[in-house]
């Protein structure tokens, strides 16, 4: 099983066909964007027109696409994966969407020979390029048992969440809901700093040496007092839509997400003011209702 292939190949994709390439895999690819593809094919990729080009070239196939409709079209869709991979192969539902959409993907694949991997992922562009990313994954031992070298070639963990469709999706809605309200605190926090005049590097000091530290504090507090707030790799539409599908799921279960909910309404906020942002542009909306800014030195 050396051919594999990839729909979507932004951020999160480019990484994960790097490190396939790098781990002896042929990878066959596509994406909308003729700029995005032209780098995959120059690092080494093998470039294909259609959806169905990339199936019939591929024994599985992540898909890292934005939306569950994208999803299901890729997969489910008349030149779909579905109907061009041979039996046996799998498709690596690698995007996060609803559950619910998951398990809409599932019951259309069953009887189809092709099996579904659910594995959302969580590390961002950091542990897309670098092979680290956490997978959540769900489908049945035998199968994650195959198809287990294609997903070490990207992932540092990859937990056994569930056997069924849906059952990743899940535990990723749950995550989100917790790294949403991690960063919304962070973006506050960051912005009371700036107000009280306490430079960026004491609060990062502080911070990533206390108890509250960890990766999403650190990294983001980094790109705060940096002033980094586009293009680092974390666009702030991807988060704006994981947190959508948490409260989603809340609804559906009749879970209140108070402290998610915050954090959807601060993404929002983030979102509409700086629609090119990454994640952390949301500390500028707050930053301009104090008329403060937090940097890594304090202001002479």
């Excluded at 579905?82 to 259309?108: D, N, V, W």
């Amino acid at each position: 099983m050396k051919r594999m292939g990839i729909i979507g190949i932004g951020d999160m994709g480019s990484g994960i066909a790097k490190n396939l390439m790098a781990n002896g895999f042929q990878v066959t690819g596509l994406d909308l964007d003729p700029e995005r593809q032209k780098r995959f094919v120059e690092m080494g990729g093998l470039g294909a027109a259609t959806v169905a080009e990339v199936g019939a070239a591929s024994d599985a196939v992540f898909v890292m696409v934005m939306t569950g409709d994208q999803a299901k079209s890729v997969i489910l869709g008349e030149e779909g994966l579905l109907s061009h991979m041979a039996t046996g192969g799998a498709i690596i539902l690698a995007a996060t969407i609803k559950p619910r959409e998951a398990q809409e993907i599932g019951a259309a694949m069953e009887g189809s020979g092709i099996h579904l991997i659910d594995t959302p992922v969580s590390g961002g562009f950091p542990g897309a390029q670098g092979g680290t990313l956490t997978m959540m994954a769900a489908a049945e031992g035998a199968v994650l048992d195959e198809f287990a070298p294609v997903m070490e070639a990207v992932s540092a963990n990859i937990h056994r969440v569930g056997t069924r469709p849906g059952d990743g999706q899940t535990v990723k809605a749950c995550l989100q809901s917790l790294i949403g309200a991690q960063f919304s605190a962070t973006f506050e926090a960051a912005a009371l700093a700036a107000k009280a005049g306490v430079p960026g590097q004491v609060i990062l000091d502080v911070f990533s040496t206390s108890s509250a530290g960890c990766g999403v504090v650190n990294n983001a507090l980094e790109k705060i007092i940096d002033r980094q707030f586009e293009g680092t790799g974390s666009h702030i539409n991807t988060m704006h839509k994981d947190l959508t599908i948490s409260m989603n799921l809340g609804e559906e279960l009749g879970v209140p997400l108070h402290t998610a909910a915050a954090a959807m309404q601060i993404f929002h906020a983030g979102r509409t003011k700086y629609p090119n942002g990454d994640n952390w542009v949301c500390t500028r909306v707050i930053e301009e209702i104090v008329g403060a800014e937090l940097h890594r030195k304090a202001a002479k």
